[in-house]
């Protein structure tokens, strides 16, 4: 991982961290990045989805997307990860804070004509999402594959940067009767809802019925 100046965590240093374990941690879990590009002076943050495959991240969309068809000029891009772990509430109100683990990229994106890796990415983009889903849906024809944009950016230039535990309350303030803590946040998976097109007869498969999200 490149160290650099503007990847290090100013605010609460400690929180930081540069290695690749605890950053691929982080983007291994979520599946939502918010990409940030400038056009014409204009900052731009667009939520899209995402994989990691080694030390690339790719992202994908349709080929006439602007965000995809401005990375693949080369300019310079941060994708940031959040994921929230808790609320974290303190005796003040200047001390609440959340736990989260989150990660910034920064660097440029390019896009993937090798047609392999392309197939590659998608796959990796499914089953980043839906473990289980690819080898059992239709794979992009032609046509579906010309229409779509893959680009790759590589992980070189990034930071996580990670709360975890109690509030931390000003000393005079832990004699307050106010119930201090954190209230844990969790994603939950709900029921599966069948398509109102969906053939009699077909299960929901064990990919849908035991979705782990978490790895
Ligand atoms: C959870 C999630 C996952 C997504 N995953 C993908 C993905 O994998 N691939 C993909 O191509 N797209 C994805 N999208 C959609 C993505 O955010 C863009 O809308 C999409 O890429 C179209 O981009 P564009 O270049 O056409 O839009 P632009 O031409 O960049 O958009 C023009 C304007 O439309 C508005 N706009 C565009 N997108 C959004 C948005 N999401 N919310 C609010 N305003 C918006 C903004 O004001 C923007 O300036 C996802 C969105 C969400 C929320």
Redesign the pocket.
Known sequence: MKGSERIKVKRLPARGAYDRDTIYAILDEAF?CHVGFAVDGQP?V?????ARIDDHLY????S???????LSEGVDVCVTVTLVDGLVLARSAFHHSINYRSVVVLGKAELVANREEKERALEA?TEHIIPGRWPEIRWPNELELKATSVLKLPIEEASAKIRTGDPKDDDEDYAMNVWAGVLPISETIGRPIPDSRLGNGIAIPPHITSYPRKK
Not at 59 to 62: F, L, V
């Open positions: 939502i731009y667009i939520p899209t989805g995402y992202i994908h969309g349709s006439a997307s602007r965000m995809l068809r401005t983009f």
